[in-house]
T-cell receptor, first 117, second 110 residues
Framework: EPEVTQTPSHQVTQMGQEVILRCVPI?????FYWYRQILGQKVEFLVS????????KSEIFDDQFSVERPDGSNFTLKIRSTKLEDSAMYFC???????????????FGPGTRLLVL | GQSLEQPSEVTAVEGAIVQINCTYQ??????LSWYQQHDGGAPTFLSY????GLEETGRFSSFLSRSDSYGYLLLQELQMKDSASYFC???????????FGSGTRLLVRP
């Protein structure tokens, strides 16, 4: 069964450093997402991406964050100048359809646990 | 804003039935989904209710009442592997983002 994959599974970085989290969505999916989950809290939406541009973003997704689809398979989340409060699990997700109607299941990857020291 | 409220923890015995409730306040409500998340794992889709009523998928059933802004997930014949967190999830019409509830941690005991 196709699945979303993410690398690395764990990332430790120093405050102020840049990190890039990588995701390979399910191959025929067209919509891509990043979510984060701070330890013990609920999953929060960061951004959605379709047709090589951001389609929606949350208030969390400020200028510190950026997303990119550098090739036909990868989808990345870059965090510039990381802060302590960026420590969280970051999930990538993908779906075949978007918000056009009906129920479009978002499939989540296993996550990258980011720890900022 | 949008909010979905769930009990924080539920404990049940293996083989039993458990119901996890979810009440919501959203504008432009567009159906209710349920996701399962094991510790350290990814949220995994379980079920979706677009309309009022009951949806059944094996041991899991989900119910929605739009007039009451209420839904629940029913797990039957509980197994130890069902110990996980369960999130009710919705989204607004024409929005891409999933809005997660606070999550219910289910502990299944032998």
């Amino acid at each position: 069964e196709p699945e979303v994959t993410q690398t690395p599974s764990h990332q430790v970085t120093q405050m102020g450093q840049e990190v890039i989290l990588r995701c390979v969505p399910i191959s025929n999916h067209l919509y891509f997402y990043w979510y984060r989950q701070i330890l013990g809290q609920k999953v929060e939406f960061l951004v959605s991406f379709y047709n090589n541009e951001i389609s929606e973003k949350s208030e969390i997704f400020d200028d510190q964050f950026s997303v990119e689809r550098p090739d036909g398979s990868n989808f990345t989340l870059k965090i510039r100048s990381t802060k302590l409060e960026d420590s969280a699990m970051y999930f990538c997700a993908s779906s075949l359809e978007g918000a056009s109607g009906g129920q479009e299941t978002q499939y989540f990857g296993p996550g990258t646990r980011l720890l900022v020291l | 804003g949008q909010s979905l409220e769930q009990p924080s923890e539920v404990t049940a015995v293996e083989g039993a039935i458990v119901q996890i409730n979810c009440t919501y306040q959203t504008s432009g409500f567009y159906g209710l989904s349920w996701y399962q998340q094991h510790d350290g794992g990814a949220p995994t889709f379980l079920s979706y209710n677009a309309l009022d009523g009951l949806e059944e998928t094996g041991r899991f059933s989900s119910f929605l009442s739009r007039s009451d802004s209420y839904g629940y997930l029913l797990l039957q014949e509980l197994q130890m592997k069902d110990s996980a967190s369960y999130f009710c999830v919705t989204r607004m019409d024409s929005s891409y983002k999933l809005i997660f509830g606070s999550g219910t941690r289910l502990l299944v005991r032998p």
